[in-house]
């Protein structure tokens, strides 16, 4: 099964982009990268995936290696609100079913 | 508004009892799972289920049942087997295709008295 590698946590300042990187040396061809975001209590939150190229949505922008064995969530300008820990994950599919593998992430801290 | 409702948010068992968690989606998602969180830790995969009547273990599926009789609905048993079932247990869902992402409820804290 392909494993994430992530920093326990990382500060960032609020308004500046915040970076966060996830190795994952052991994708295979088809497994897409997910990144969540748990905010204390609550349920993860969904906030981008993909496969080869660069996405950017709403929330975030994530960047992929050409090789694929690493990436970089990155938010453009973060918030006090943006402080959570976040999961970088690849999605394992095998016959009959298949399961997201979540890691113990990495805990942003956002300061004022 | 469309989503993922767990039941109760909080949850407290005695030993020797076993405890149904709700969980009920209206995103009509054909895929549904239940994880187990423990403090400071990521997510276990309990069960999963892609089709009404039909469920497989994840990796942590002993002293756990589930039943997916309504594809609305996926509710989680922990049985008197469960030797350490304090946790935070959350529910999710997806539409059908191994990559679609996962939404998930808010969660339910289960506690033993």
């Known amino acids: 099964d392909a494993k994430t590698t992530q920093p326990t946590s990382m500060d960032c300042a609020e308004g500046r982009a915040a970076n966060l990187p996830c190795n994952h040396s052991?994708?295979?061809?088809?497994?897409?990268v997910y990144w969540y975001r748990q905010i204390h209590s609550q349920g993860p939150q969904y906030i981008i995936h993909?496969?080869?190229n660069n996405e950017t949505n709403e929330m975030a922008s994530l960047i992929i290696t050409e090789d694929r064995k690493s990436s970089t969530l990155i938010l453009p300008h973060a918030t006090l609100r943006d402080t959570a820990v976040y999961y970088c994950i690849v999605r394992v599919t095998n016959t009959g079913g298949f399961k997201t593998i979540f890691g113990a992430g990495t805990r942003l801290f956002v300061k004022a | 508004d469309g989503g993922i409702t767990q039941s109760p948010k909080y949850l407290f068992r005695k030993e020797g009892q076993n405890v149904t968690l709700s969980c009920e989606q209206n995103?009509?998602?054909?895929?549904m799972y239940w994880y187990r969180q423990d403090p400071g830790q990521g997510l276990r995969l309990i069960y999963y289920s892609q089709i009404v009547n039909d469920f497989q273990k994840g990796d942590i599926a002993e002293g756990y049942s589930v039943s997916r009789e309504k594809k609305e609905s996926f509710p989680l048993t922990v049985t008197s087997a469960q030797k350490n079932p304090t946790a935070f247990y959350l529910c999710?869902?997806?539409?059908?295709?191994?990559?679609?992402?996962?939404?998930f409820g808010d969660g339910t804290r289960l506690s033993i008295l």
């Open positions: 052991t994708i295979s061809g088809n497994e897409y």
């Open positions: 995103l009509n998602h054909d895929a």
């Open positions: 993909g496969l080869k």
């Open positions: 999710a869902s997806s539409r059908e295709g191994s990559n679609q992402p996962q939404h």
